[in-house]
């Protein structure tokens, strides 16, 4: 089975400082994903990569940064933590085009 | 624009009592759609890929169909343990070669015993 980790489940962070959110996949996929989930607005892409050291914005990647210096990790960087950014994130990983999207537990992000 | 639409928000059901969830899209050339299930507090888990109308796929009390414009997940004698928030999700031409994927709202079902 796919095993998608991301590094913690809950954290708590306070307006300006500047965030990771770390996540790991152990099944060699060309393809990851960051995105975050709120009620109402459902799934929203950030930031994407197909390979290592390669990214793309999604649909709302204002705020963020992301690093792929290894083909198993991406990481999502907040810049400057804002209130707005209080959501659950969430790191998916797929194997080719077409192929399902695999999704870790998520994190719940608080910036107070 | 690629767009998913699911109906409806949220589903109560009694144990044993069948219904469908319902997922309509617009969408650029289909590559596939894809039917997540949702515990809280925890990532989507895969359920099914379909990738062309008239295709099925069956996993124990679930079944999802496809047609040109929307999927059904029949849910038959539903278990309280069914209770989950059901997400779709689709991929078209427009995604390029990333593999992205449009969701859906989801719909929320809650089986009662």
């Known amino acids: 089975d796919v095993k998608v980790t991301q590094s913690s489940r809950y954290l708590v962070k306070r307006t300006g400082e500047k965030v990771f959110l770390e996540c790991v996949q152990d099944?060699?996929?060309?393809?990851m994903f960051w995105y975050r989930q709120d009620p109402g607005l459902g799934l929203r892409l950030i930031y994407f990569?197909?390979?290592?050291?390669?990214?793309e914005k999604g649909d709302i990647p204002e705020g963020y940064s992301v690093s792929r210096e290894k083909k198993e990790r991406f990481s999502l960087i907040l810049e400057s933590a804002s209130t707005n950014q209080t959501s659950m994130y969430l790191c998916?990983?797929?194997?080719?085009?077409?192929?399902?999207?695999?999704f870790g537990n998520g994190t719940r992000l608080t910036v107070t | 624009e690629d767009q998913v639409t699911q109906s409806p928000e949220a589903l109560r059901l009694q144990e044993g009592e069948s219904s469908s969830l319902n997922c309509s899209y617009t969408?650029?050339?289909?590559?596939?759609l894809f039917w997540y299930r949702q515990d809280p507090g925890k990532g989507p888990e895969f359920l099914f890929t379909?990738?062309?109308a008239g295709e099925e796929k069956e996993k124990e009390r679930l079944k999802a169909t496809l047609t040109k414009k929307e999927s059904f997940l029949h849910i038959t004698a539903p278990k309280p343990e069914d209770s989950a928030t059901y997400l779709c999700?689709?991929?078209?031409?427009?995604?390029?070669?990333?593999?992205?994927?449009?969701f859906g709202q989801g719909t929320t079902l809650q089986v009662k015993p």
């Open positions: 099944m060699d996929h060309e393809n």
């Open positions: 969408v650029s050339g289909l590559r596939g």
């Open positions: 379909l990738y062309s």
């Open positions: 999700a689709v991929q078209g031409q427009n995604s390029g070669n990333t593999g992205k994927l449009i």
């Open positions: 990569s197909y390979d290592v050291k390669m990214k």
């Open positions: 998916a990983s797929s194997l080719f085009l077409g192929s399902p999207l695999h």
